[in-house]
Structures are given as structure tokens and as C-alpha cells.
């Protein structure tokens, strides 16, 4: 599907289990697209466990030509935010989507991305998850986030671990930080995008499900 934000339309690929449980938007991190195996990997996990997912590319294909050869936009954190930004806004618009519980999943930069757009959309976003993300690239708006937030690096990923300890400090929202065993930054080791995939879902399903009252 194309998704219109102002001048421009971008693609994605919605996907709208039976009766689900809410909507797990996706921000791809630098270089990558909605096509990431990961990021599918871990959406289709998602789709198995009745939530939506929208996996969308926040650059357009001339875009995407353009960084394919200078890596400039896909560090332009700044710019990737407003376009989640603007994806947000739609989604909360239109008539299939506008009803389910917003989250959004973050990869790499793009998850400094998603904390931005969370930052500045406020409760919208009911929560974030980041897979091996760079939270410290969104340093000034971590205090600004209300969204519950889940931090998710391998074990390995030294520098990485650093980064999101530093970022972890400045959240003032729910929180937490798992660190998945003998991972490295892409998860690529047996059992580890299955380890984030748990996480993840565990972490949306506290968060965007709304619990039934209680009554005494």
C-alpha cells in the first residue's frame, strides 16, 4: 500500500490478523527496508500472536537510490522521525486502524527514530520496543517519552549494550532493558530473533491490550 505524508507516499505492507489485539508499527534502522528479514521475522511473530503489523519504508524509492549511494539520509534521524510521525497521524485516521492500540518496534537508528515520534505524539504510542537500536541517537527526547519502552541488545554487542545503558538513565517512563545471551547486534545466532520475537510480543501484549476491570 502507499501511504500519503504531505508531498510524498510511502510503501509498506499492513498486515490485519483476525480480531487483533493492536498494531505494531515498525521503523526499519540504517541501509534496511520493510524487506528486512529480521524485522519480518519478528512481524510475522507478531501476526501469530493476533497483532497487526504495518512494516513501512520511510524513504521513498528515489530516496532510497540516492542513500544507496551517499548513507546520508539514513542518518538523518531528524527526518526518518517526522516521517514516522506522519505515519502515525495516518494510521490513527484511517477507518481499518484507527481503533487498535498503537506500538511501535524500532531497529537501529530506527529506533531513535521511534522515540522521537513517541516523544512528540505523546500516549498515541502506547509502547516502544527497540532491537538493538541506538535510543542514545534520540538523547534529547528521552525524557519527553511517556510511551513504556523495551530496550532489547545481544549480549555481544558491546558498544551497543553502553549506548542503551546510557539512554536506559534517561528515560523517565516504564522501562526496561533485557539483553538477550550470546547475541550480536543482528541477531543472527540461533534462537536469537526468536528470543527478541518473545520479548517483543510479551512487551505489546502488557501494553496494548486493554485488561478487563476487576470488580470486588
Known amino acids: 500500500m502507499k501511504i500519503p505524508i504531505e508531498e510524498i507516499h510511502l ?7 483476525k480480531e487483533p489485539k493492536g498494531l505494531v508499527l515498525f521503523s526499519h534502522g540504517s541501509g534496511s527496508s520493510r524487506l528486512s528479514p529480521r524485522n ?13 503489523t504495518l512494516l513501512v519504508d520511510l524513504l521513498t524509492p528515489k530516496e532510497e537510490s540516492l542513500d544507496q549511494i551517499t548513507s546520508e539520509l539514513r542518518f538523518n534521524i531528524g527526518l526518518l522521525a517526522e516521517r514516522l510521525l506522519g505515519v502515525c497521524h495516518w494510521l490513527i485516521r484511517e ?3 484507527k481503533l487498535l492500540p498503537l506500538g511501535v518496534f524500532g531497529a537501529s537508528t530506527g529506533a531513535a527514530a521511534a522515540l522521537i515520534a513517541a516523544a512528540k505524539i505523546g500516549p498515541i504510542v502506547k509502547a516502544v520496543v527497540s ?4 535510543p542514545d541517537l534520540a538523547m534529547n527526547y528521552l525524557s519527553k517519552v511517556e510511551s513504556p ?4 541488545v545481544g549480549g555481544f554487542d558491546g558498544t551497543v549494550i553502553e549506548m542503551n545503558q546510557r539512554a536506559y538513565l534517561e528515560l523517565t517512563c516504564e522501562k ?5 545471551p550470546r547475541a550480536t547486534h543482528l541477531f543472527e545466532e540461533q534462537g536469537a530473533l526468536e528470543a527478541v520475537s518473545r520479548l517483543a510480543a510479551g512487551w505489546f501484549a502488557g501494553h496494548l491490550i486493554k485488561k478487563k476491570p476487576s470488580y470486588v
Do not use: M, W
Open 11 to 17: 510503501e509498506g505492507d499492513l498486515y490485519i490478523p
Open 40 to 52: 519480518q521475522f519478528v512481524a510475522k511473530f507478531l501476526n501469530d500472536n493476533r497483532f497487526a
Open 95 to 97: 477507518s481499518t486502524t
Open 131 to 134: 532491537r538493538g537500536g541506538r
Open 149 to 152: 519502552t523495551l530496550l532489547i
Open 176 to 180: 526496561k532493558l533485557e539483553i538477550v
